[in-house]
């Protein structure tokens, strides 16, 4: 392990800046203070907040994630910023909400638009502080070249350019809908056209992919982001886990993810790197409630995946640092993804970008100092391509009337095969969450004053990012890549 005087200037201006930032470490702890600290964040598809075993009782075992639990600090109001795969990915590694930048929804393979290269992403900011960086998994921040995460910040890429439904083998894809599905070593592709076989191993293969960076890595710093593409659908699972469950496929696919999450780490156990290495597990949304029992579940929460109810953007959060985070503890504040980019530069010593940022610092949160707050007056969430839909101060939420979808009363999907959402409209509403988490009760005849509260809120981020919903044009966001 290199000593302070051996370590590269960027480097050395971090140890010098965790050595006066003392209120880091929850004890002393000389091993971490010779570098700053590794980050490993794992960002699975599409998986629920009951589909974890200490957030709810799924019928398959997650014994990995709940000792990851045990020995790290469990996030029960933990949100993404959007209940859509590309948006919610972008917000986590810019730390600005999606709209700001340019980009919403899902992008497809033939989509022209991904993030700008003017975003600085996570794995920029590391490297940028001499770290190195590595993915493996789904980017889905656009397909053309320029948008590769090699041009993004990592020094490494294993994966897919999008989801794994956007494949012409998918059930419910249309002829000449989709091109082949490719899987990407760096900015080569690897395999042109994916089958199902492929899929089955793809999991296997980006785990194996983290621990050899880890292993490789294990004398310097690193950040890797691991992003598998399950449990979005078509599920697929390799002979390991294959019927291991007894809760059908869907289950096998939740097990295959706890292994993976067991095998990074025992992986950094093994490198000596456990007090070094900060771990962050959550997922980018909801579950994808159509299709049925191919698809997880939000718990108590209302909805899932593609709706600004708690079940499409409140996530299972897990964070793991021996030494640092206190273990087996509950964070019940609200958090947004968009708070890890500016709480981990500061833990690495960078310098936020020049341009705006939505997140803030909240690591006395992560850490459970006394008296520590959320330091937001508020979250946000739009939907579609810019509208404002929900906004969240302390237990309240207001939600705007605003066009949505259910799947209740409706046939749910089987077997991979999707069903068919009803249309639900959404009404000028007002929850709170501390008494009614599943959003049943609406209360806002009865809190005139938290609704004129939360309304001048409101007003507030329109002024700056618009809304499509009240017919508002953005001033304050940055436009896509293209």
């Known amino acids: 392990m290199a000593s302070p005087s051996n370590l590269p200037r960027q480097l050395l201006a971090c140890w010098v800046v965790s050595l006066l930032l003392g209120n880091i470490a929850l004890g002393d702890s000389s091993k971490a203070q010779n570098r700053p600290p590794n980050v490993i964040i794992i960002f699975t598809d599409d998986q629920g907040y009951g589909d974890v075993g200490v ?12 000792q990851m639990a045990k020995e790290g600090r469990r996030f029960t109001d933990f949100h993404v910023a959007q209940a859509v795969c590309s948006a919610s990915r972008a917000a986590l590694l810019t730390g600005c909400y999606p709209n700001r930048i340019g980009l919403a929804g899902a992008l497809g393979p033939n989509s022209k638009e991904g993030i700008s290269d003017k975003e600085i992403t996570l794995a920029k900011m590391f490297k940028k502080q001499g770290y190195a960086t590595g993915m493996a998994g789904k980017w889905h921040l656009g397909s053309r070249p320029q948008f590769s995460p090699i041009r993004h910040g990592f020094d490494e890429f294993y994966g897919l350019p999008y989801s794994s439904d956007m494949w012409p083998l998918h059930p419910e894809a249309k002829s000449g809908s989709y091109p082949p599905l490719p899987l990407f070593d760096g900015d080569a592709v690897l395999k042109p056209n994916l089958t199902h076989d492929d899929q089955e191993q793809l999991l296997t293969e980006y785990t194996h992919r983290a621990v050899q960076f880890i292993e490789k890595n294990k004398d310097k710093p690193f950040f890797f982001y691991l992003a598998p593409n399950t449990p979005h659908v078509p599920l697929h699972v390799s002979s390991k886990f294959k019927g291991k469950s007894g809760a059908g496929l869907y289950g096998d696919v939740i097990m295959e993810i706890d292994w993976s999450v067991g095998e990074i780490l025992k992986a950094l156990k093994r490198a000596n790197l456990d007090e070094e290495t900060l771990v962050i597990f959550s997922s980018d949304n909801g579950p994808w409630l159509s299709y049925g029992n191919h698809s997880g579940s939000a718990g108590p929460f209302r909805e899932g995946k593609g709706t600004s109810f708690e079940g499409g953007h409140r996530e299972p959060c897990i964070m793991r640092w021996p030494r640092h985070l206190p273990a087996n503890s509950v964070c019940n504040e609200p958090l947004l993804t968009i708070d890890i980019f500016p709480t981990l530069a500061k833990l690495i010593g960078a310098e936020l970008p020049p341009h705006k940022i939505d997140g803030l610092d909240v690591w ?101 990012l618009g809304d499509d919903l009240t017919k508002r044009a953005a001033v304050g966001s940055r436009p896509a890549g293209l």
């Open 55 to 66: 957030f709810g009782a799924p019928p398959y075992p997650t014994p990995n994630l709940d």
């Open 364 to 464: 006395p949160l992560l850490a459970d100092l006394p008296g520590a707050k959320n330091p937001h007056s508020a979250y946000y969430f739009y939907y579609n391509k810019n509208d404002l839909q929900a906004v969240r101060s302390g237990e309240w939420k207001l939600l705007f009337a605003h066009k949505s979808r259910t799947m209740n009363g409706q046939e749910p999907g089987k077997d991979g095969f999707p069903g068919k959402y009803s249309p639900l409209f959404v009404e000028h509403s007002l929850y709170n969450l501390n008494a009614d988490p599943s959003e049943r009760t609406n209360v806002a005849s009865e809190n005139p004053e938290v609704v004129r509260k939360l309304e001048a809120l409101a007003e507030e981020i329109r002024a700056d």
